[in-house]
């Protein structure tokens, strides 16, 4: 926070609590189900009803809230670089990312939350929307794990021999089950209420993310929940089987694997010339991880077992010295650099790696541990429980599931399978994913449509392929809710609308964040280009309507994603200087992205 000043220490307000509240803050529920949020809406509340009480409150225009700015490729405010100009500007910014010109947003922040409540709170294992998977179309018999030869083969439940493997393919979940998934479900389907159309999951075969042809996605089943694998387990269900038996969309969905894009981004905190972004959730590869999740963490020597555990907090991209490129000609000055941190309370199974030797209480596993973490030996703490603890996301495996579910799918409760299969994944998305250039690690996508190069989900395109998306005839519309625009221009809107009405559905925007590949390694340079700030027709005929935001310079630097050696706790925020992203400017390049709809 900025040190106060004397002026306004001096004019500090003391509020005296109500008798019936004793102001103790450790006084709240510890209920699993209940999670503790930004109070800032509340506080806004009772800060303006004591502006008006004192008099001094002052009416805001709602044409305040459009400001004006860098737009991105379809004239959409680039809201990130407005934060960033105002942090430059007033030296100090805390504030909740608003994008009030963007149809995107505004539907998403009315849907995510309640998807992440559910996601969060069922079972690990369960598939979730826009994930990629394994799964079969037919059993004829069970799917048994040989441990003896590490192979997923099929057996026939009468004879009790082994048929054959299954025709594994994969795929993106474009719906998810209506009905309570159960344990039980990961090896047969229990009693259902519904048709497998609504109890079970549809999935969508994966096209080839270099291929402008996507007819695999029209090979979508609905399969019941035993049909299913998570993605990270690829090397342990394709083992056995010929690589020329493979279903190619198997190899397709291998190249997605060393790809993200951040969801919910909810607040930009900063002090010139860093700063923070906050998210809710981040696709990484195959899964959608949220903040309340836990994953398994990769050991940083590959001969380690996978022991650890990140309960997630906080998902974060940050930014470090922003003023590189004001300053980046004088000499000593660091360059700019962007990571992005998972953070949250470390834990792990091995009681010789721990903070302190004795185990987690088990009434706490059972009150605040997520879903994944259960069905373990005991729990130890990684870290002293006061602090916080940090990963990138080189040191991410994936959710952590059940060990139930574990102990189905391998015959044994461990955290170890999975771990040399995402390595090699990643190996080769870096190889063949052409989006990702030479010597990076990474492809930052903006949306998961973008991510996965997805045209079409349960039937409806999507991201750049969505032919109806008019970004400026929503635009239009919104200044019309918001009762900014006059008459005339309201008429005109509502003739044009008649003639096109977009489908918002699984839409997607196009914004200003570099589309690039997260470098790992040190002395990476970005590049300075400016966006193009030339319009179509239909993009300047809104603007002289509902008087468009004017075109600025958008905001992207590379991102740079350190292979980790050790890992920082929370309040640490220097990087080690071996492992930093370097460059000489910073980068401004706009591409086109596409949003799925959450």
């Known amino acids: 926070m900025p040190p106060k000043t004397a002026a306004l220490a001096s004019e500090t307000v003391i509020v005296p609590i109500n008798d019936h509240s004793d102001g103790d803050l450790s006084h709240r529920p510890t209920a699993a189900s209940l999670s503790r949020i930004d109070p800032g809406i509340y506080l806004e509340k009772v800060a303006a009803k004591w502006m008006e009480d004192r008099g001094e409150a002052v009416p805001v225009s709602k044409e305040n809230i459009y400001e004006t ?117 990961i090896i047969m389907e229990t009693k259902k209420e519904y048709n497998v159309n609504r109890s079970g999951f549809r999935i969508e075969c994966m096209s080839d993310l270099n291929n402008h042809q996507k007819g695999y996605s029209k090979q979508y089943k609905y399969v019941p929940m035993h049909h299913i694998r998570p993605l990270c387990f690829w090397q342990e269900h394709m083992n056995g089987i010929d690589r020329e038996d493979w279903h190619p969309t198997v190899k397709h969905a291998l190249k997605a694997t060393s790809s993200f894009s951040l969801v919910g981004k909810y607040r930009f905190r900063g002090q010139w010339p860093n700063a923070t972004l906050f998210c809710k959730g981040i696709y990484l590869g195959a899964e959608v991880i949220f903040v309340g999740d836990a994953v398994r963490l990769i050991p940083t020597n590959e001969e380690d077992n996978v022991e650890d555990v990140l309960k997630i907090n906080s998902i974060r991209l940050k930014f470090s010295n922003l003023d590189a490129e004001d300053t980046q000609q004088s000499k000593g000055i660091d360059p700019l650099k962007i990571v992005i941190r998972l953070v949250g309370k470390a834990y792990t199974l091995n009681p010789d790696r721990a903070f302190s030797p004795k185990a987690i209480n088990s009434d706490e596993i059972t009150g605040s541990f997520p879903p994944g973490m259960h069905g373990y030996d005991a729990w130890y703490y990684l870290h002293d429980p006061k602090t916080g603890y940090q990963v990138s996301l080189n040191r991410v495996l994936g959710r952590c599931f059940e060990g139930e579910a574990m102990t189905f799918w391998f015959d044994e409760a461990s955290m170890e399978f999975g771990v040399e299969g995402v390595r090699q994944a990643r190996s080769f998305a870096r190889e063949k994913d052409k989006r990702i250039p030479a010597g990076r690690k990474w492809y930052w996508a903006e949306t998961r449509a973008d991510s996965l190069d997805l045209k079409t989900l349960n039937g409806l395109e999507v991201g750049k392929y969505d032919r109806e998306r008019d970004p400026a005839i929503w635009r239009k519309m919104i200044r019309i809710i918001d009762g900014v625009v006059g ?42 280009e400016e ?25 992207g630097p590379t ?19 071996d492992e930093e992203e370097s460059g000489d400017e910073m980068a401004s390049e706009i591409s086109k992205r596409a949003r799925l709809d959450s």
């Open 559 to 577: 991102v740079g994603e350190e292979e980790e050696g050790e890992n920082e706790e929370e309040e640490e925020d220097d990087e080690d200087d």
């Open 531 to 555: 966006a193009n700030g030339d319009k179509d027709e239909d993009e300047q005929a809104a603007d002289e309507l509902v008087g468009a935001l004017v075109e600025g310079r958008g905001f």
């Open 487 to 528: 008459e005339m221009e309201t008429k005109v809107a509502r003739e044009v609308s008649e003639v096109s009405k977009p489908a918002v559905t699984f839409t997607a925007r196009d914004t200003g964040m570099v589309k690039t590949a997260v470098q790992d390694d040190e002395t990476e340079a970005s590049s300075e």
């Open 69 to 185: 700015g860098p737009v991105d490729e379809e004239g959409t405010p680039e809201i990130l670089s407005l934060m960033v100009q105002k942090l430059k500007k007033e030296g100090y910014v805390d504030e909740p990312m608003v994008e009030p010109l963007s149809m995107d947003w505004r539907a998403e922040r009315h849907l995510l939350p309640e998807r992440i409540q559910k996601d969060v709170h069922q079972y690990s294992f369960i598939p979730r929307a826009g994930e990629l998977v394994l799964f079969v179309r037919e059993i004829v018999g069970n799917i048994v794990f040989d441990l003896a030869l590490e192979e997923h083969r099929i057996v026939d439940p009468a004879t009790k021999k082994y048929t054959g493997y299954p025709q594994w393919e994969a795929g993106t979940v474009g719906q998810v089950a209506e009905e309570k998934v159960l344990i039980e479900d």
